[in-house]
T-cell receptor, first 114, second 115 residues
Framework: KAGVTQTPRYLIKTRGQQVTLSCSPISGHRSVSWYQQTPGQGLQFLFEYFSETQRNKGNFPGRFSGRQFSNSRSEMNVSTLELGDSALYLC?????????????FGEGSRLTVL | QQQVKQSPQSLIVQKGGISIINCAYENTAFDYFPWYQQFPGKGPALLIA?????SEKKEGRFTISFNKSAKQFSLHIMDSQPGDSATYFC??????????????FGKGTHLIIQP
């Protein structure tokens, strides 16, 4: 059974640009959550999608957005990139809600903003 | 606001010893407490989880102890092995879901097991 796949794995952008990250969940999983991981702040919740609907959103500015497609694949977008957006962005899928079920994480997309 | 406080930040244990990582939470609505293990270059993976209806859960060498009144829970790794060297995250969430926190993670403990 294939795991969670995130693309691209690494990317470098400059301030002001935008970026789109993609996540393919485990087959049959309907929930996709996104987390930002940095050395200083650890893992911080961005948002969760379930059956194409955003269920919850973390305390991030509106520059961070996401969506989920009918096949459960998800994308997140960050516009007007800032230096502080440099981080590892992790996608996690789960069969039920990401709150009480096991989260299966991908290996992440490492974003560097110059 | 850090709702789950994890300590220590780093820990060095000799092979065969017991590794202990502690977490404390503030939100009394939390009722699901998982631990995740992360190796370099990989995403976190669920290690073990507990709900507050039990005070202890054991899976192999890994044990979670839970103290509801103190709002604390801890991970014990018995007979620690070099392969256990990783970063460990505690986490908590309300099973009812909702809110802006998703699964709230502690800031992690970097564990090194010396051979």
């Amino acid at each position: 059974k294939a795991g969670v796949t995130q693309t691209p794995r690494y990317l470098i952008k400059t301030r002001g640009q935008q970026v789109t990250l993609s996540c393919s969940p485990i087959s049959g999983h309907r929930s996709v959550s996104w987390y930002q991981q940095t050395p200083g702040q650890g893992l911080q919740f961005l948002f969760e999608y379930f059956s194409e609907t955003q269920r919850n959103k973390g305390n991030f500015p509106g520059r961070f957005s996401g969506r989920q497609f009918s096949n459960s694949r998800s994308e997140m977008n960050v516009s007007t990139l800032e230096l502080g957006d440099s981080a590892l962005y992790l996608c996690a899928s789960s069969f039920t809600s990401g709150y009480t079920g096991e989260l299966f994480f991908g290996e992440g997309s490492r974003l560097t903003v110059l | 606001q850090q709702q789950v406080k994890q300590s220590p930040q780093s820990l060095i244990v000799q092979k065969g010893g017991i590794s202990i990582i502690n977490c404390a939470y503030e939100n009394t609505a939390f009722d699901y407490f998982p631990w995740y293990q992360q190796f370099p270059g990989k995403g976190p993976a669920l290690l073990i989880a507990i709900r507050p209806d039990v005070s202890e859960k054991k899976e192999g060498r890994f044990t979670i102890s839970f103290n509801k009144s103190a709002k604390q829970f801890s991970l014990h790794i018995m007979d620690s092995q070099p392969g256990d060297s990783a970063t460990y995250f505690c986490a908590a969430s309300p099973s009812s879901g909702g809110g802006a926190d998703g699964l709230t993670f502690g800031k992690g403990t970097h564990l090194i097991i010396q051979p």
